[in-house]
């Protein structure tokens, strides 16, 4: 049984009962015969006896013990499971953090980079090759900010106004949204590659889709439709006569009589 406060709840059974029936059985082999079916029928029923009596009177053990952390989550790749636990260990900080720290611009800012932080670990584990991407954030960035933070929460802890107290809290302060704003921007570059990739192809589809007619775009659509009228007028316009041949001139004006 797991409790709510991360504690595991296990009863232990006594074992004196066990001991009970044994003692009965090896009492009765000394004090009675015991070679006939009979006897073992006594016996057992003696000895079920004692061991009911002897559970009755001795009660389970409740223990409460620290429940087993779970195993932690690898991906098979070393570099990749460091950033997922330094990633889970700076999620738990700000949680922290923003539970201690009353001050709500700081603390929305720090659900903001909460949010953006573990939107930036999801992208790099779906695909690992991101991973060099985020280094200067892993290693300076998030743990500065880190820093900066809880140097905020211990200045707020004191509980006094003082020039050096109010000055850091409001320096901190002051530097919210340009973290932020790097977090989030952090975030859009791992998005690059993909935003290529999607222009390369919406290029390449509106070329298509110009080439057969299909688009509304004017130089394509003027080179279509002028295509399209010549081979019209290709089609419509009359044959002009064959010039005749001297063969065909000569044979008109001659009549074979037999």
């Known amino acids: 049984m797991i409790g709510g406060d991360g504690m595991k709840t296990i009863v232990r059974k006594s074992t004196i009962p066990l001991y009970a029936v044994a003692v009965t059985w090896l009492l009765y082999a000394l004090l009675f015969p015991l070679y006939r079916p009979l006897h073992f029928v006594v016996a057992a029923a003696a000895g079920a006896v004692v061991g009911l009596i002897a559970r009755g ?3 389970d053990v409740v223990e409460e013990v620290p429940e087993p952390e779970p195993e932690p989550e690898t991906t098979g790749n070393e570099e990749l499971d460091k950033m997922l636990a330094d990633g889970a260990a700076a999620i738990a900080e700000m949680r922290r953090l923003d539970d201690n720290i009353a001050d709500e611009k700081i603390s929305a800012d720090i659900v903001r980079l909460e949010q953006v932080s573990n939107r930036i670990f999801e992208q790099v584990k779906a695909n690992p090759k991101k991973l060099p991407q985020i280094r200067k954030f ?5 743990p500065t900010t880190l820093k900066l933070l809880n140097a905020y929460d211990r200045m707020d802890a004191q509980g006094v106004e003082g020039e050096n107290i109010n000055a850091t809290k409001k ?5 919210m ?6 977090f989030e921007k952090q975030l859009d570059s791992l ?8 222009s390369t192809d919406i290029t390449v589809l509106e070329n298509m889709l110009a080439r057969e007619g299909f688009s509304e775009d004017p130089i394509h ?5 002028q295509k399209a009228r010549e081979a019209q007028a290709a089609q ?3 044959q002009q006569d064959k010039p005749k041949t001297m063969e065909e001139e000569l044979g008109e004006g001659i009549t074979l009589e037999l």
């Open 177 to 182: 949204d340009s973290i932020v704003s790097a």
């Open 191 to 198: 998005f690059g590659d993909q935003a290529l990739d999607i």
């Open 57 to 59: 009177l001795c009660k």
């Open 236 to 238: 419509t316009a009359p």
């Open 221 to 225: 659509k003027t080179q279509a439709e």
């Open 138 to 142: 892993m290693n300076y960035y998030l």
């Open 171 to 175: 320096s901190v302060a002051g530097i």
